[in-house]
């Protein structure tokens, strides 16, 4: 864990008051998914990508039930802003364990759910995004490096699982009818 504050450290050190400002902004773009939520929605809304948009949404679910419902639960890890209490925190604290990073997942989750879906164009924005939304949460000293890479882990997992899921039952459907 030394070699995780050590690297949180740093950022701390090169922390600029135009950074202070703009990482928040980017890091609420991740909020409960919100951003990827409405990527979804928009998608799914427009019948060339509605099957694309699905795969996005279902990817979310499954990031939620994996990361939210099971793996915080399980590891319950303290994040660093409770360890090292002497960072000032600009965001309002984080109330959930930090390990996996949730806004990593949800955002490794849609990004990946893009790629698996053969929108490799749109995913190469998303996973830009989706990148940034995790340097954030380094910055503003609410998780673990590891808790960022798990996340991302866990998301592209997601994304992958979905597109699975929703292929087969596609394919399932198909045969029915």
Request: charged share 15%; glycine share 6%.
């Amino acid at each position: 864990m030394d070699f995780e504050f050590k690297i949180l450290d740093f950022l701390q050190s090169i922390r600029t008051p135009v950074g202070d400002f703009i990482v928040p902004l980017i890091t609420y773009l991740g909020e409960f998914g919100a951003v990827w939520i409405v990527l979804a929605i928009v998608l799914f809304a427009n019948k060339k990508y509605r099957k694309t948009g699905l795969i996005v949404a279902v990817a979310l679910i499954l990031d939620l039930i994996i990361c939210n419902g099971i793996l915080k639960n399980i590891f319950r890890r303290t994040r660093p802003c409770d360890i090292n209490t002497a960072v000032k925190l600009i965001i309002p604290h984080p109330s959930e364990y930090s390990f996996p990073s949730g806004h990593s997942a949800a955002s490794f989750a849609a990004a990946s759910a893009l790629l698996f879906a053969g929108q490799k164009k749109m995913s190469y924005w998303a996973f830009g995004l989706a990148t940034l939304i995790a340097f954030t949460r380094l910055y503003l000293y609410v998780h673990f490096p590891t808790d960022v890479l798990g996340g991302a882990a866990a998301g592209f997992l997601a994304g992958f699982l979905a597109c699975k899921l929703v292929t087969f039952i596609e394919k399932k459907r198909v045969k029915r009818v």
